[in-house]
Structure formats: C-alpha cells, structure tokens
C-alpha cells in the first residue's frame, strides 16, 4: 500500500516537472518567463535606450560647426559626436593686416575673410590714376619732371602727370650775355645774365700809328679795344707820352732811357727809338 502511494506521488511529480518545462520552452514568447525583465506594478517591460543628443547637454553636433571655426575638444554622445568648445579662426593681422587704405591707395594683393571682414596683405598706389614714375617722364622728354598728385609705394613714388620743368623759366641774357645758366635739363635756359661796364677812354677802338697796345680787352659791346703799353720803335715820348719821331738825332742816354733797364709793376716800358736796349719805366694815367 505504501509503496503504490509513493509511485503516485513520483509519478504526480515527474508530470508537474514537464508541464513547467513545456511552458517555459515550447510556450510563445510573449507567454514565457523572462529571468532579466524587471517588474514594475505587477507587469514586466524592457529598459529604455538612452535618449541624449548634443543638444541635450548644450553643445554643438560636430557635423554642424559653422563655417569659419574650429573644434578645439569633443564628446561622444549616444550615437553623435559632440563639439563642446570652440574658437573663431580670424585672419593673421600679420599677413593680412589692411582693411582700408589712405593716400590715394587701394587694397591689393592676397585676402582673408573672418567674421570681421575681408582683410588684405597691402595697400598699393592706384595706378589708374598715378600713371607715371620720374623714369617714365623723363624716357619721354628729358625736361620733364614728375608732377601733379603724388604717391610713394615701396620707396617708388607715382605722379598723375609729367611737366616740362623748363617752360615756366625766363631766359635772363642780357646784350651782353650770359652769367649763369640752370642746370641740366634746363641748362639752354640763361638763369643770371651779364651785366658790363665800359673799358672807358684809356681803351681804343684801333692802336695808333707809333704806338703799342699790348693790353686787350673785350668791351661790352663785344668788340676788341686797345691801351696803349708804349711807343713803337723809332718813336719818343719825352713829357706827354705821346709817341712821336724826335726832331734831331740824340743819344738814348740823354734822353732819358737806360740801358738794360727792368720796369716794375704797373709801370710801362719805353724802349728809346734809337736803341731798343735803353728802356725809361712810367706810368700811364687810367
């Protein structure tokens, strides 16, 4: 009797032990027991996934950083990676260092651009309107000069035109020519004329017969004048200088010449008219 019990009772559980098998393996799954769900208010149910974005922790989506900055560091969000700080990339005021210009120039060269502008590496003389160099003006016309509105780029400096400088200038001449005369290119141009006070009277138009005019000098007028310096050989000058033949035939002692004799300075020589080794010194009023 007691062993029939505890058959029925091994068989009783062995049946209960496939029911609990056959539901938890062969049953769907929405029937089956999920060891890893948790239970909340009786019934089970899955985790959430996480939800953040950059957004969600006040940065930037790496993928939209703004044209003109940069990402200096960066997070991993979810599924997103994130710019958390970032700087501006502004243009070098070293290599572009020129938003406006002055003095007749304008912006040239290479540009940067940044939030602040257009930034340029120079400023160059506008050559549409400072056309011309000292060089230039001088290959066409060697009196020219550089003039007009000026500007200096790069120690060359550019003019808007080019002007004779010699056509302002008087000529100065005077009758009796020309003192001083202007530089080159201008040097055809009388600066400083000449100005002239007559020889006087002690200077002749011709040398007289009997006479001799070793000083010559040009007068204002330009024509060659003659001073008498003494008296030609055969002629006597006894007390007025005036050179003539003497009446008897004398000796050039008694008259007054000495032989071998030397004149100084500012005085004439005299040779006597018989012998030109005697010599009398005098002087001439001017």
């Known amino acids: ?41 009786g019934r089970t149910s899955k985790p959430e996934p996480d939800k953040k974005t950059c957004a969600s ?39 572009y260092p020129y938003t406006t210009c002055s003095d007749g120039k304008v912006l040239s060269g290479s540009s940067c651009s940044d939030s602040k502008g257009t930034h340029y590496q120079k400023c160059s003389c506008n050559r549409s309107v400072y056309k011309y160099t000292e060089t230039d003006c001088r290959n066409a016309d060697a009196k020219n000069a ?21 056509k302002d200038l008087k000529d100065q001449t005077t009758d009796y020519g020309c003192e001083i005369k202007y530089d080159a290119p201008c040097d055809h141009i009388c600066k400083v004329g000449k100005s002239c006070v007559p020889l006087g009277s002690s200077y002749l138009a011709v040398c007289p017969s009997g006479y001799i005019c070793n000083d010559t000098k040009t007068d204002c007028d330009g ?56 010599v009398a010194c005098a002087k001439l009023d001017e």
Do not use: H
């Open 1 to 41: 009797m007691k062993r029939t019990l505890v058959s029925v009772l091994v068989a009783a559980a062995m049946c209960l032990s496939s029911a609990v098998w056959a539901k938890v393996w062969l049953l769907p799954d929405y029937q089956a027991s999920d060891p890893f769900k948790e239970r909340t208010g």
């Open 57 to 95: 922790i006040g940065a930037q989506s790496y993928s939209q950083v703004p044209s003109g900055w940069t990402c200096t560091s960066t997070k991993t969000v979810g599924s997103e990676v994130c710019c958390l700080n970032m700087k501006e990339n502004l243009c070098s005021t070293v290599t």
């Open 146 to 166: 550089l003039s007009g509105s000026t500007c200096t780029e790069d120690g060359i400096t550019y003019g808007t035109e080019c002007t004779d400088q010699c």
């Open 223 to 278: 024509t060659t004048k003659y001073k008498v310096t003494g008296c030609a050989v055969g002629y006597s000058d006894f007390d007025t200088f005036w050179c003539t033949k003497p009446a008897t035939l004398l000796s050039c002692s008694e008259m007054g010449y000495t032989s071998g004799a030397v004149c100084g300075s500012g005085e004439i020589t005299l040779y006597c008219p018989f012998d030109v080794n005697y």
